[in-house]
């Protein structure tokens, strides 16, 4: 992995168990085998990103695979897009369950090599521990700590970003594949919370300095029964906390049943 420092930009070159530049700017390894480039002078709190409670959450929805159709046709979309990809890159890959499965995915038809990005150390600490296969590390996607062109593919599910920095880490001709809410994600719950619920506004296919290669909404109802899946569906979506306590209760017992809206589009750096 070609790591810059994100004090002083210089290459980062891994010495034993540290990463560190000419500047002599250093960055251990965690025991989980990721490593923290997020110092603390860029932080914007003490804990950004999710915290552990949302992240075990996610963690243990996406297991359960209640997601796995998204996960399918996001990995086919790189391969029909990128077949030649070599270098992955997840930006605010969470706890890797995306990750893992692309690069699965993408080893079967060729060596690769995949790299983790987000600013939840929580998450991170989680992903490098299950993943070892992938490298992983804490970083900002506004200032990630990469060399220019190190990536054939990125993929950005739900995660914000700095466009300017994702064209950056990109080589040429680099592919993006982003995945953001439909106008009907999750309509249910809004109507449970909002008096006039509102639809997601849909997204424009134009992104500066990428072409548009494809776009698609994939939809299907999810229907939850357990209450252990329910809960924890809850927990990470972001109405968690406007949903009362006794709406958490009714729907765990109960049962829920709700819309789900991706829109999933393919983008190709520009040619200069």
């Given amino acids: 992995m070609h790591y810059i420092c994100p004090l002083c930009a210089a290459p980062l070159v891994l010495q034993g168990n540290s990463w560190g530049c000419l500047a002599s700017h250093s960055f251990d390894c965690a025991k989980e085998g990721y490593v923290n480039l997020l110092p603390v002078q860029k932080k914007n709190s003490k804990d950004p990103g999710d915290n552990r409670q ?12 209640h997601y796995q159709a998204l996960s399918d046709r996001v990995n086919e979309l790189a391969l ?21 499965r692309l690069f699965d995915s993408i080893k079967r038809h060729h060596a690769c090599n995949l790299q983790g990005l987000d600013i939840s150390k929580s998450a991170i600490k989680y992903a490098a521990k299950r993943y070892p296969e992938s490298s992983f590390c804490v970083a900002s996607a506004y200032d990630m700590p990469f060399a220019a062109q190190s990536f054939d593919l990125a993929i950005r599910i739900y995660a914000p ?11 040429k001709e680099g ?61 990470m979506t972001p109405y968690a906390w406007k949903l009362t306590a006794d709406q958490k209760i009714n729907l765990t017992q109960q049962g829920l049943s709700c819309e789900l809206d991706f829109q999933i589009e393919v983008h190709r750096v520009k040619c200069a």
């Fill in 161 to 171: 970003s700095k466009l300017e920095e994702v064209c950056r880490v990109l080589a």
């Fill in 54 to 65: 949302m992240m075990f959450a996610r963690r243990e929805f996406l297991n359960a695979g």
């Fill in 175 to 235: 592919i993006l594949i982003t995945v953001s809410p439909g106008p009907w994600h999750h309509f249910a719950l809004k109507q449970l919370i909002y008096p006039e619920p509102r639809l997601h506004p849909e997204t424009t296919a134009e992104l500066a300095g990428f072409d548009c290669l494809h776009q698609e909404r994939l939809r299907w109802q999810l229907t939850l029964t357990e209450p252990q899946d329910i809960a924890h569906f809850l927990e």
């Fill in 80 to 100: 029909t897009h990128a077949p030649e990809a070599g270098s992955l890159l997840d930006i605010g890959c969470g706890e890797g369950y995306y990750s893992q």
